[in-house]
């Protein structure tokens, strides 16, 4: 039997966190990734071209005949999940519904904050799903733009990303929330000064693992996860030259990346 691959894609390398957690949990599977590096960021978007593009790269992975698509970016999981799901017959996975998911089992107060892209936050996304799972929650929401470029730069634990981390949490701080979803692919690089600036009794949320699990859930219900005998491979395709995703990727993944090819998402070319 020829096993398919999982599809994921994100505006760029953020997606890669999600990537991460799927390879960690799901060694046995293949996978192709797609970064929109011409076009990224999204978060600065709205959400007609944000959907847009999302309906592109589905098209040009679900080309490739994987079995199942992973949004592995928050801004569009936010606003393009519906017309994912009319356009393409296989399991459509955002990483919205699985950090609300986890959010709702960690918080003891019914007090969860969201942080996310601009697009994320106004998309009001994250709090309708939270309160679909937990209608008498309260969610705080912030927008933390300048978190996407500080992960990129590597500026991760330096005085700018503290500074810039306490600016932006001072209100999320002061309010009685005891639970954080890092609603950003990127923000989970940043895990460590957002947690030093939150304060112990504040537990964050990081969408990536959730995700990984739900994958997992669809394709044992499906009967197509790959025997565990079986080790998986990578490829990645980005819409740029590969030549930043390449220095910034290895990052994200928490290892070296392999091959990446560039992609001309018009005439649904690739060229090494
Ligand atoms: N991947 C995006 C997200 O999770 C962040 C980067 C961007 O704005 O494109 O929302």
Redesign the pocket.
């Known amino acids: 039997m020829a096993w398919k691959s999982i599809g994921i894609f994100?505006?760029?390398v953020?997606?890669l966190t999600v990537l991460r957690e799927i390879m960690h949990l799901l060694p046995q599977e293949d996978t192709l990734y797609f970064g929109d590096t011409a076009r990224?960021?999204?978060?600065?978007k709205s959400p007609e071209t944000v959907a847009r593009y999302a309906d592109e790269i589905a098209s040009f992975l679900v080309k490739r005949d994987i079995k199942l698509l992973v949004v592995a970016?928050?801004?569009a999981s936010s606003v393009a999940l519906p017309l994912l799901n009319s356009h393409f017959s296989i399991p459509v996975v955002g990483v919205i519904e699985p950090g609300a998911r986890r959010a709702v089992q960690v918080t003891r107060s019914g007090k969860i904050g969201v942080i996310?892209?601009a697009?994320?936050i106004g998309s009001s996304a994250y709090t309708r799903a939270i309160k679909r799972l937990k209608p008498d929650a309260e969610v705080l929401t912030c927008a933390c733009p300048l978190f996407?470029p500080l992960a990129e730069e590597g500026w991760t634990d330096n005085n700018v990303a503290r500074l810039t981390a306490e600016i932006y949490l001072s209100g999320l701080k002061e309010s009685p929330i005891d639970t954080l979803v890092l609603g950003?692919?990127?923000y989970p690089l940043l895990k460590k000064i957002i947690a030093e600036v939150m304060g112990p009794a504040v537990t964050l949320v990081d969408s990536a693992e959730e995700t990984a699990l739900t994958v997992k859930e669809i394709l044992v219900e499906r009967a197509e996860l790959r025997p565990s005998s079986e080790s998986g491979n990578h490829s990645y395709y980005v819409s740029d030259i590969p030549a930043g995703f390449v220095r910034v990727g290895g990052r994200f993944l928490g290892e070296k990346l392999g091959d990446v090819f560039q992609v001309s998402l018009e005439e649904d070319e690739v060229s090494p």
């Open positions: 994100d505006s760029g953020g997606g990224v960021p999204y978060g600065t970016c928050n801004t996310g892209t697009g994320t996407v950003c692919t990127h």
